[in-house]
Structure formats: C-alpha cells, structure tokens
C-alpha cells in the first residue's frame, strides 16, 4: 500500500487556522486516484472531511464548505488542508487516505480506501 505520513495538528483556540500535510511515498506501482481526510472525534465514527481527486476536482462535508481546502502539490507529493475558522467540533484526529478510483459525492465509505497514515491529532478550544 502506499505510504502516507500526516503532519500539522496541534492544539489551537477557536477561530485559529491550521494546516494539514500528508507526504505519500512507495507507490509500489499503485494507481492513486482520489486522496483525502478523515476525522475521528471521541466517541464518534471516523467520517470523511475533504477530498480531492488526481484531476484536482474537490469535496468537502458539508461543515467544511466555506472553512476547509483541500489541494494537491504534485511536487512535493503530497496533499495540504487547510483549515480556517476552526471550530471546538472541529476537535479529532485527523487521518489521510487514499484511494485507486475517483471519489464522488455518492460513494465515500472509509473502506474503500486502503492506504492511511497514523492520524494527527486537531485540538480546538472554546
């Protein structure tokens, strides 16, 4: 699978920003087509946050419309998020997947995406 590693949590006060990065390496010849970020809060289901395909085409739940994006950098192969106005509710670890089919608005279950990294843990204080 390939191999993704998260960075940029921390422990912020509401209305902060942060930005998230998740570094991909060992394709082992793994087609990536569509990346993107999940959050588990405590006591809660994992659930997806954002994503992006390889064509840049995006998706956001809908409490990150409007405060989240989510970009490629080809370069760098890697995926950012980045993360304005945050939220107490925002409060969660926050993990990178990715996936060798396109994501669509439809069909997004965290099963379908079979690589991911060690999570990042995003603490938002009121």
């Known amino acids: 699978q390939v191999q993704l590693v998260e960075s940029g949590g921390g422990a912020v006060q509401a209305g902060e920003s942060l930005t998230l990065s998740c570094a991909a390496s060992?394709?082992?010849?793994?087609?990536?087509?569509?990346m993107g970020w999940f959050r588990e809060a405590p006591g809660k289901e994992r659930e997806g946050v954002a994503f992006?395909?390889?064509?840049?085409?995006?998706l956001y739940k809908d409490s990150a419309k409007d405060r989240f994006t989510i970009s490629l950098d080809n370069a760098e192969n890697s995926m950012l998020l980045q993360m304005n106005s945050l939220k107490p509710e925002d409060t969660g670890i926050y993990y990178c997947?990715?996936?060798?089919?396109?994501?669509?608005?439809?069909?997004?279950?965290?099963?379908?995406?079979?690589?991911w990294g060690q999570g990042t843990q995003v603490t938002v204080s009121s």
């Open positions: 992006v395909n390889r064509d840049t085409s995006t």
């Open positions: 060992n394709y082992g010849g793994r087609d990536v087509v569509c």
């Open positions: 997947a990715a996936r060798g089919f396109y994501c669509s608005e439809d069909y997004l279950p965290s099963w379908t995406f079979g690589s």
